[in-house]
């Protein structure tokens, strides 16, 4: 018995390679248009999922366990990120232009006229996470940030909410259709086997996946064992250590503990910012007043019988651990639905059976560390894998902090002070990505502005006649883009 | 027999592990200083290389068989790239560093303090190419630029040059010495074992490489086959095509046959942007003349005699093609002096046995291939694998012009209108790179200001105290970098 719809029809080998074949068609055109218009589209895209909220909503409710609450709140962020990204590519600082004109002069010889910008790299698949059915879904932030790109996408549609994708697809589909954009931006596809036909297809240029790292390896390795490799943005897992200073504790201890139970039980711990360990000095926490904080956190089922299965699996692995004492045991409730658990071991079981206790439990389950001395948060952050997040709780002056942080800025895409990691502003200045695990791009992000250079790749043009550039570089910047100019940066003084 | 030093000693398992312990070890603290400091150090080891070219010049020709002149210019374009590269990471729009304020009414919900830069990755292996002994070599561009981006260097030396390689190397680590580099910011290490073990060992973070398609695709899998996969920035190969159009070849056959004939053969073709194809229209080519032409440049021997080798191999694979014919044969004469090959096609050929006909070929042979129609171009155009570089010699109102610009933009990194590939300026608007098996990561370049970006990851700070923020985000920009502040991009008002 499951709550997944295995009816549901997959997409054959010969319409993936229809799909395809119309994404590349659309590829000249819908790259052709100018940024400004491309970001109207994303807007009319944007308007119509809003628009579609009162049917949308209660499909994600009935297939995903999560709340109204939450899902309005996902489906307003989701369509936030389309216009924020429409912003982006308005303002034009992602085509990096840069012009070095002709100089006879040139230390290294006459230097002919160059210029340069991202291009888009063509027809991208993207794989829908389960935990996000709007943000990081048919209309989240990777399909987002290639159509701003100038890339036609081939949405591979996550089990978990089948008839909620398909509805989101097709009314993404109508949307650019009705905005103008060229048959064959956008299309839904179903199928594990759908997907790996995506990943190996000659004319996919690239695939942004976020998921397991069970899957996310196997296709990454697909995708770099091809004949002509293509780049692979995927974002696996990630622990998300949370570091608390004996200053910290000493000063602040419930309200670090408080958010920590928050944090890491917020929607049933199904986030990929989750912390799943939190450094505390020993000696300070109170096992019974922790365990009343966890235990009065609200029970919820978690996204799907697949998810609760590999929970449970997870779970069991981690209670078995020598090292892993329970501090909270959470509850199953005949209805599926869970209350957290939070376990508890030492920096010592931490180092010897990093294995296991350092991988990504997805799921409402964390675990507490005691260490002994503050040497011991440097000896652990040295030896994390790759994170998306790191925290530091700590005090202005703590000796331990500066190295610290060096260290887990080494590790982690991003390092929070005093503060969670379970919010995801979308913004200019946001990163989330981070070494392998978390991602295999450490170069990338996957949310905020930077999100879209992951669908660009530079060309530059030599000696070309100002009729025949691309409109971005041509000498009398119709696009009024910020340029680099014979090395100064020059904003551009707005429309003539 | 063979003229490359066999007798070299090869750099053992235990001495890469500890090159790469002190390039670990020298990571916090070259990375640490501030980017004008480390433009010091580059334009030091510039300075250093420039005063030993009298000892270095001529080691580099008793390895290499290139001419003095030359190898001047390349030793001169190699410390012009270490001052040029020391300018951009003075001028710090390479960290991008961007800052989203605290605001308390973002629409998604209160947005923390973000500040976002870009970080060294940690120590980098590169692998030095055989062509340019210089310039891509020991410091060459590869290490120039994960220098500059503040990584240390593990340069695998390339056999052709090995006398060379171990002089720059000396060289290069006394100037970073005395320049205040830490000890371990750079080392050049011996062998194809060593070179391998670089690109598996964990404290290895990224690799750059120039060389053969067949090693570099190896090298590649390794780096992606890792428990821990590695960006591998591979350049493999180009036949760098050029396309004539027929009003083209009508006006100016003379000027397009006489450029083209001394591009293919500069440097007796050892260029990786050296034109393996020209498509001329059918009927206008006088094949004595061609002949003459080619006959009358120079011999010169290749690099060493398993370059030698390798392009006897090819030339006389090529020449068992069944569509190829000679134009002009070239001629090995007894002290290995060879003068270049030029062979004729048809589109028909070309598109029939495209595995073989545009297959690089290393060294002074090329490609003439006639065609009937315009329309040819584009079919050709459409069958390309990635390129470096394409080249159109056409007119300014050109029918065909356009759709094969747009084409050809999908294939290679540089455009050249009227022009030849054959000379790559050192600028902010280079771009070397191109789509596989051009190279690996179609995202970057090698040459040019650019270059930097491979060696660098985005780290989002989030709500953290002005004094553990890197210098490059601080509130009071002591770096006088240009910022983007609340989505504005802001130039720094100059040094207080």
Chains 1, 2 share one sequence.
Not at 193 to 209: C, M, N, Q, Y
Not at 376 to 387: D, F, N, P, W, Y
Request: charged letters at 20%; hydrophobic letters at 45%.
């Amino acid at each position: 018995m499951t709550d997944i719809d295995t009816n549901f029809p997959e997409t054959s080998f010969l319409e993936v390679s229809d799909v395809v074949e119309r994404a590349v068609d659309a590829s000249p055109r819908w790259r052709a248009l100018d940024p400004s218009n491309r970001a109207e589209v994303l807007r009319a895209v944007a308007d119509r999922l809003d628009l579609a909220g009162a049917e949308l909503v209660p499909l994600a409710i009935s297939e995903s366990h999560l709340t109204e609450t939450r899902l309005r709140g996902e489906l307003f962020r989701t369509t936030f990120q389309l216009r924020f990204l429409a912003g982006v590519i308005d303002e034009g600082d992602y085509l990096q232009a840069c012009i070095d004109t002709a100089d006879e002069s040139w230390p290294l010889g006459p230097r002919p006229d160059l210029r340069r910008l991202l291009r888009p790299l063509g027809p991208v698949a993207v794989f829908a996470a389960s935990n996000f059915p709007f943000a990081f879904s048919v209309a989240g932030g990777d399909s987002a940030s290639a159509l701003a790109a100038g890339c036609p996408v081939v949405l591979k549609a996550h089990p978990g909410h089948r008839q909620l994708s398909a509805r989101c697809g097709a009314i993404v589909c109508a949307a650019l259709r009705d905005a103008g954009a060229p048959d064959g931006t956008f299309a839904v596809v179903e199928g594990d086997k759908a997907g790996r036909e995506l990943v190996t297809h000659p004319d996919i240029s690239a695939v942004a996946f976020t998921g397991s790292a069970k899957v996310g390896r196997m296709l990454f390795d697909i995708a770099a064992g091809r004949l002509r490799p293509i780049p692979f943005y995927g974002e696996l897992g990630s622990v998300n250590p949370v570091f608390v200073t004996m200053r910290a504790a000493a000063a602040r201890l419930d309200e670090v503990l408080s958010g920590f139970v928050a944090s890491f039980s917020l929607g049933v711990g199904q986030f990929c910012t989750q912390p799943g360990i939190l450094l505390l000095p020993v000696g300070v926490l109170d096992y019974d007043r922790i365990r009343t904080m966890v235990v009065a956190q609200p029970s919820a089922r978690l996204l799907n019988d697949r998810v609760d299965a590999a929970f449970q699996e997870g779970l069991e692995a981690l209670l078995h651990r020598p090292s892993v004492e329970v501090l909270a045991e959470g509850s199953r409730q005949p209805d599926g639905a869970r209350t957290p658990t939070l376990l508890r071991s030492s920096v010592g079981g931490l180092l010897s059976d990093a294995e296991h206790l350092l991988a990504e439990c997805f799921g409402p389950v964390s675990l507490v560390v005691e260490y002994e001395e503050e040497s011991h948060l440097i000896e652990v952050a040295k030896m994390l894998e790759g994170q998306l997040t790191a925290t530091v709780h700590g005090e202005l002056d703590d000796e331990v902090v500066p190295e610290l942080l060096d260290l887990l800025a080494d590790k982690a895409g991003r390092i929070i002070w005093n503060g969670w990691p379970t919010s995801l502003a979308v913004t200019w200045a946001m990163q989330h990505g981070g070494p392998y695990p978390a991602t295999t791009s450490p170069l990338h992000t996957s949310v905020g502005a930077a999100a879209i250079g992951r669908f660009l790749r530079p060309v530059t043009y030599q000696g070309m006649p100002d009729h025949l550039l691309p409109a971005a570089v041509r000498e009398q910047n119709p696009l009024h883009l910020p340029r680099r100019v014979d090395g100064e940066y020059r904003i551009a003084s707005g429309q003539d």
